[in-house]
């Protein structure tokens, strides 16, 4: 479900002068009054936020969730272990 921004039409009361948030179903109408007040109020168009590509699902805590371990260069041929279960460093000595 979207969160849609709501903007009063004129002078309004502490809960809506700002401007105020609404979790609503697609196939829910806008509202026209203010829940508070019942003064006019017109809905904002604003941009959606999406998440895009899969860089959210590459985080540590994602990574150690699902059993993997995730590993960051400390240096030549050294791994130190930033997420899951394995062994803290890996080296190639």
Do not use: W
């Amino acid at each position: 479900m979207p969160i849609y921004q709501y903007k009063p039409d004129q002078e309004s009361c502490a809960d809506c002068v700002a401007g105020f948030d609404l979790l609503q179903r697609l196939a829910d109408p806008a509202l026209t009054r203010c829940p508070a007040c019942g003064n006019p109020v017109h809905r904002v168009i604003s941009a959606p936020q999406v998440v895009s590509g899969q860089s959210h699902r590459t985080s540590e805590s994602h990574v150690g969730k699902h059993g993997f371990t995730q590993y960051k260069r400390a240096g030549k041929g050294v791994y130190e272990k930033t997420a899951g279960k394995g062994p803290d460093y890996i080296s190639g000595d």
